[in-house]
C-alpha cells in the first residue's frame, strides 16, 4: 500500500484574513446594507496585498451571502444572513462552551453566596478589585480563571468544583477561543469583552460577598450572556 502523505497546511490565509475584516465592518454597520464595497483596486491599497487575495476574499463573501454584484461593483446585500454563526466551527465551539459555562458556573455563584467563609468572600472580593479594562489580554485570562476558580473553590462542593476546574482546562486549551481572542481585527471587541467583564465580575463579587445569592446567579447569568454574544456576534 502506498505511503499517505499530506500538505502543509497553515492557520489562516490573506484571503480569510481580509475576509473577516470586511464581514466585520459589515457587522457593526460600518458598512451597512446597500453600501458600495470599494473597490479590488482600493482594498489592495489599503490592506497591502495583491489582488489575487482581494478576489478570492469578496468571493467568500458573495458565497457566504453578506455582499452582492451588481455590475462590475461589489455591495453589502441589503438582507443579510443570520450572522450568529457566520463560523460555523469556531463559533458553534465557542457556544457549546458557554452552554456549559451556564450549567455549572450560575449553581457555582448561588452556592459560594451561601456557603463560602469569610476569607473566601475577602478574596473573592480583592480580585474582582484587580480588574481593570485596560489590562492586556493575557493578564486578564489569568485573573479571569484565578477569579472564577475560586469562586469554585468557595463554593461547598469539592465534586462541582473539580467538574469546573475539566470546564476551565477545556475553555483555556481551546484553539477557537484563542483565535477570535488574539485576531486582529477583534481588538476593538475584546477591549469590550474586558471593560464589560471587569464591571460584572465586580458584581458578582459583591453578591456573594454579601451572600445575596439570587443577586450571584443573575449576575452570573447575565456575565456570561454578555461575553457568548461579543465573542459570537462581534468577533471574525
Same mark, same amino acid.
Given at each position: ?6 500538505? @502543509? ?10 475576509? *473577516? ?11 451597512? @446594507? ?20 482581494? +478576489? ?11 455582499? *452582492?454584484? +451588481?455590475?462590475n461593483r461589489t455591495y453589502v ?27 455549572? *458556573? ?13 476569607a473566601d468572600r475577602a478574596l473573592?472580593?480583592?480580585? &474582582? ?11 486578564? +485570562? ?42 486582529t481585527p477583534n481588538r476593538i ?17 459583591? &453578591? ?19 461575553? *457568548? ?8
Amino acid at each position: 500500500m502506498a505511503e499517505v502523505r499530506f500538505e @502543509p497546511v497553515s492557520r489562516r490565509t490573506v484571503a480569510e484574513e481580509i475576509r *473577516e475584516a470586511i464581514g466585520e465592518r459589515i457587522r457593526d454597520g460600518q458598512l451597512p @446594507p446597500g453600501s458600495q464595497i470599494p473597490s479590488e483596486r482600493e482594498l489592495c491599497e489599503q490592506f497591502g496585498v495583491a489582488r489575487t487575495s482581494v +478576489r478570492e476574499a469578496i468571493q467568500g463573501l458573495v458565497m457566504l451571502g453578506l455582499i *452582492e454584484r +451588481r455590475g462590475n461593483r461589489t455591495y453589502v446585500a441589503e438582507r443579510l444572513p443570520d450572522l450568529r454563526f457566520q463560523d460555523d466551527g469556531r463559533k458553534r465551539r465557542v457556544h457549546e462552551l458557554f452552554e456549559v459555562r451556564q450549567v455549572v *458556573e450560575v449553581p457555582i455563584a448561588r452556592l459560594a453566596a451561601c456557603r463560602a467563609s469569610a476569607a473566601d468572600r475577602a478574596l473573592i472580593t480583592q480580585i &474582582a478589585d484587580r480588574f481593570h479594562p485596560q489590562m492586556r489580554l493575557d493578564e486578564f +485570562r489569568a485573573l479571569d480563571r484565578e477569579f472564577h476558580s475560586v469562586i469554585a473553590r468557595s463554593c461547598g462542593n469539592e465534586t462541582l468544583a473539580e467538574l469546573y476546574g475539566k470546564v476551565m482546562e477545556s475553555l483555556f486549551r481551546s484553539e477557537e477561543f484563542d483565535t477570535l481572542l488574539t485576531a486582529t481585527p477583534n481588538r476593538i471587541a475584546v477591549r469590550e469583552v474586558i471593560r464589560d467583564a471587569t464591571t460584572m465580575h465586580r458584581r458578582i463579587a459583591t &453578591a456573594i460577598a454579601a451572600g445575596d445569592w439570587a443577586t450571584a446567579v443573575e449576575c452570573a447569568e447575565s456575565h456570561l450572556d454578555q461575553v *457568548e454574544d461579543q465573542m459570537i456576534s462581534k468577533m471574525v
